[in-house]
């Protein structure tokens, strides 16, 4: 099973700063990665696959980037709607895992 | 407009069983593959089952293999998770998921609670 390392497990941002996660994979998924964004009583939402590939309607200051075992979500000029939780899932073998999220919260 | 909605959780005694259904709408259901995610309270998501396109292929997570089964019905667009001898650590919000790599749609869960 590949395990998924997320960091920090919380980030504090102030509105219009940016956001910088990472996910770490315990061997190399390529670019199998996706993100998801869930905040407080909702389902996940897709926001990125292919590591690096935008899901319809999430804006461009969400973008994604790495390869391998390191992968990065940055969240530039952060708004009011995005303090949620984030997690990355390997889609390169089964079983697919996630990681932990990391909770971006209000400074 | 795709829309999966859960049902069948509530409140279950340890070793007891439970049925889960999720009715998919707004997609040609047998088209896709779709999956079991669970989450419980105040934690992470897990990946719990998935299951193929006609249902030949079904993959479960180790920590439910031979306790849970997947199905699916294409005729009536809905999928299933049949859930035997639960455990209180079982106790989670589930949500039916579309996709064989990433899950681009979501379900609004169920909970299942697993307690005495």
């Known amino acids: 099973e590949i395990v998924m390392t997320q960091s920090p497990a919380t980030l504090s941002v102030s509105p219009g700063e940016r956001a910088t996660l990472s996910c770490r994979a315990s061997q190399s998924v390529s670019t199998n990665l996706a993100w998801y964004q869930q905040k407080p009583g909702q389902a996940p939402s897709l926001l990125i696959y292919?590591?690096?590939t935008r899901a319809t309607g999430f804006p461009a200051r969400f973008s994604g980037s790495g390869s391998g075992t390191e992968f990065t979500l940055t969240i530039s000029g952060l708004q009011s709607e995005d303090f949620a939780v984030y997690y990355c899932q390997q889609y390169n073998i089964w079983p697919r895992t996630f990681g932990q999220g990391t909770k971006v919260e209000i400074k | 407009e795709v829309q999966l909605v859960e049902s069948g959780g509530g409140l279950v005694q340890p070793g007891g069983s439970l049925r889960l259904s999720c009715a998919a709408s707004?997609?040609?259901?047998?088209?896709?593959?779709m999956n079991w995610v669970r989450q419980a309270p105040g934690k992470g998501l897990e990946w719990v089952s998935y299951?193929?396109?006609?249902?030949?292929?079904?993959y479960y997570s180790d920590s439910v293999k031979g306790r849970f089964t997947i199905s699916r019905d294409n005729a009536k667009n809905s999928l299933y998770l049949q859930m035997n001898s639960l455990r209180a650590e079982d106790t989670a919000v589930y949500y039916c998921?579309?996709?064989?790599?990433?899950?681009?749609?979501w379900g609004q869960g169920t909970l299942v609670t697993v307690s005495s």
């Open positions: 707004g997609f040609t259901f047998g088209s896709y593959e």
């Open positions: 292919g590591a690096s």
């Open positions: 299951i193929s396109t006609s249902g030949s292929n079904m």
């Open positions: 998921a579309r996709g064989y790599n990433w899950k681009d749609y």
